[in-house]
């Protein structure tokens, strides 16, 4: 798994790194593939990842971040690394916002936005 962007400023490598590296445990969850085999350079739809996973990773983003994203982020930005540089360079995120790569699952605030994320609600149409 490739987390490092040569061409990002030292100062964004953490937000970078850490976005990438969600990205990649969110992605492999979602479709059911070792996070292993998943590079950051390589587009989103070599690996299968279809419109309804887009939307429903994005919005499992959107609460991570606690950040509005336009819910065609990874059509938008087809690979994790453009994705990630996108949200660090565009959307401000900074080092401080991700300081771990998953949300911690013991703070409610966490737990509630789950039922908002479109995820939530795609788990709700599909009985899931």
């Known amino acids: 798994m490739q987390l490092k962007d040569s061409n990002s400023k030292p100062s964004t490598?953490?937000?970078?790194?850490?976005?990438?590296?969600?990205?990649?445990?969110?992605?492999a969850t979602q479709l059911s593939i070792k996070?292993?085999?998943i590079?950051?350079?390589?587009?989103l739809t070599r690996y299968g990842l279809d419109s309804i996973d887009?939307?429903?990773i994005v919005g499992e983003l959107e609460d991570w971040?606690?950040?509005?994203?336009?819910?065609?982020?990874?059509?938008d930005y087809p690979t994790i690394e453009k994705a990630s540089q996108y949200l660090v360079n565009?959307?401000?995120v900074t080092p401080a916002e991700t300081t771990t790569a998953e949300p911690a699952t013991n703070q409610p605030k966490q737990e509630a936005p789950k039922e908002k994320?479109?995820?939530?609600?795609?788990?709700?149409i599909s009985g899931s």
């Open 13 to 27: 490598n953490n937000a970078v790194d850490t976005i990438q590296e969600w990205l990649v445990n969110q992605i």
């Open 35 to 37: 996070a292993q085999t």
């Open 39 to 43: 590079k950051v350079t390589e587009p």
């Open 54 to 56: 887009s939307v429903t």
């Open 65 to 75: 971040l606690d950040a509005e994203l336009p819910p065609t982020l990874l059509w």
């Open 90 to 92: 565009e959307v401000g």
């Open 117 to 124: 994320a479109w995820g939530g609600l795609w788990n709700k």
